[in-house]
């Protein structure tokens, strides 16, 4: 301890006096138990931290560092590990305890922690990490009778998760002219995931977004046509990864009043030639008919005549 070992002792006169009768090599050895006990009476614990912050996977396990330095005996040291989560700073709760060489668990981490190397070390040990173990963990030893200084140690723990899947959804009026809101939302990601809408078809257009709050956020639509319709993208992203959901957005648009009028007139027309057409149709029929009349007359009295004429001649030939 080279700040105890730089401190200079003054003797007293009486202390002189005794020195001198004891000799050289007596004076030398009560100077050294002097001063042992003066470096035992100033000695003081201390805890130093290797690491201020630390990052871990979801899922993965982690060492949470705490060195401590002593000169007493280990047989009443005791350690006490909490955490003060990032979800609630102001309520911490105690998470690992060593007390007299028995181990004291948070119910609701047993399985998930342990000490590394107790009572040599402080570390501990964080399996199966959780988005909610993160925050910030204290380190606090006392082994008495000697003095904590400071005998607290701090590190933040950030415990890193990819986006979960965001939900999509869609509001609003889909005739044309109308207004559509499209929105996305995701509930987990360590970082925050940056949101972003594209619409992807006929081709890929990065629509603007506005953002209602760090994990939502919508794209609003105005006088839609059917130029709008089509598949669109919500993305969820951070350095973990992407995740991705989609709608179909379908615009209705009405005929116009210029088509309308076209297609009646179309149709108007259409019926014209067929009445037209079946008008022709009857005409020829009916004059087909009575040409066919008029030759079956035509024959019949013609037929009627040459028996007539017949008979008269038969008279004359009898006369």
């Known amino acids: ?22 000799g ?32 871990v996977v979801r899922g993965d396990v982690v060492v949470l560092p705490c060195s401590f330095f002593t000169s007493s005996l280990l047989t009443r040291l005791n350690v006490i590990w909490t955490l003060a989560p990032s979800s609630s700073p102001q309520t911490p709760i105690q998470v690992i305890v060593y007390d007299h060489g028995q181990v ?14 107790i009572p040599w070390s402080a570390d501990i040990v964080l399996n199966d990490t959780r988005v909610s173990d ?7 030893v006392n082994n008495p009778p000697e003095a904590a200084d400071p005998g607290i140690g701090e590190v933040a723990l950030s415990v890193l998760a990819p986006p979960s899947l965001p939900a999509c959804q ?15 939302g995701v509930a987990e990601g360590v970082p925050t995931p940056e949101i972003r809408w594209d619409k992807l ?15 939502s956020g919508s794209v609003q639509i105005v ?16 350095t973990l990864g992407t995740e991705n959901c989609y709608i179909n957005l379908s615009i209705y648009s009405s005929p116009d009043s210029s088509s309308g009028m076209l297609q009646g ?42 028996i007539r004429y017949t008979a008269a001649l038969m008279k004359r030939s009898f006369v």
């Open 1 to 22: 301890m080279p700040a105890l070992l730089g401190h200079q002792l003054e003797p007293s006169g009486a202390s002189r006096r005794v020195l001198t009768a004891m």
């Open 24 to 55: 050289p090599r007596g004076g030398w050895m009560l100077w050294t138990l002097c001063l042992c006990f003066s470096s035992r009476q100033n000695a003081a614990l201390r805890v130093a931290m290797r690491e201020s912050s630390l990052e």
């Open 104 to 117: 004291i668990e948070d119910p609701s981490l047993i399985g998930r922690v342990g000490f590394t190397g």
């Open 134 to 140: 993160a925050g910030v963990y204290r380190c606090m």
């Open 170 to 184: 869609w509001d609003g009026d889909t005739d044309s002219g109308g207004s559509v809101t499209l929105s996305c």
């Open 201 to 215: 078809n006929p081709e890929e257009i990065s629509l603007p977004i506005n953002m209602e709050d760090e994990r």
């Open 223 to 238: 006088n839609v046509s059917s130029q709008t319709s089509g598949l669109y993208r919500c993305s969820a992203t951070n």
């Open 265 to 306: 007139v179309l149709l108007t027309l259409s019926m014209s030639l067929v009445l037209l057409a079946l008008m022709a149709l009857l005409l020829w029929l009916h004059r087909t008919g009575q040409t066919r009349r008029w030759r079956e007359g035509k024959e019949e009295e013609e037929c009627y005549n040459e």
